[in-house]
């Protein structure tokens, strides 16, 4: 199957010429603006004026500013591993360095859904809830580790997170509009 340009995707329903509801005497007045050819296009320009602003203006801020604090967090531990691996602390050099590696990716990756956070993109409310599932993990493993310096602000991101993801603003920021069918 030939791959599609987006946005290019043909209506579902009958095929062929839009037929008019109304009769001509009836539709807009001759002194307006050329109305769409037909109720697709009409239908797909109303809701990219009207939601673009909306989405900008109330993207979900608390939520982007609860993920940047855990990615600059992984980051500062990965730092010690890094640091504690250079000191002969760690079992073995090389599980400590691919640690830190690994720890500094999942940051940028963190980050990079914080970044789609701020621009609205609906995809980014699944892997901001997947990574406070994981740091609520993190945070009571931590807990149970007599940890309370990590695991306890870990737990209050998550929550602030988690609590700004689910604002009203924000369901509506990352909510796709409905798709209109004939």
Known sequence: MAARAKGTARAKGRRGPAKPNAPAASRAPATSKAPPTSKAQ????????????????????????????????????????????????????????????????????????????????????????????????????LLDGHRPEWGVPALLLAAACLGGLLTPASLRALNRPPVKSQ
Do not use: H, N, Y
């Open 42 to 141: 009409a239908t797909a320009k109303a809701p990219a004026t009207a939601t673009a602003p909306a989405a900008a203006a109330a993207f979900p801020a608390l939520a982007a500013a609860a993920q940047v604090i855990e990615a600059v967090g992984l980051c500062v531990a990965a730092v010690f591993g890094a640091v504690s691996t250079a000191d002969g602390k760690s079992s073995q050099a090389a599980s400590g360095a691919a640690l830190t590696v690994f720890a500094v990716a999942v940051a940028v990756g963190i980050a990079l859904i914080a970044a789609a956070l701020v621009k609205a993109r609906p995809w980014s409310r699944t892997p901001t809830a997947m990574t406070q599932l994981l740091v609520i993990i993190a945070g009571i493993a």
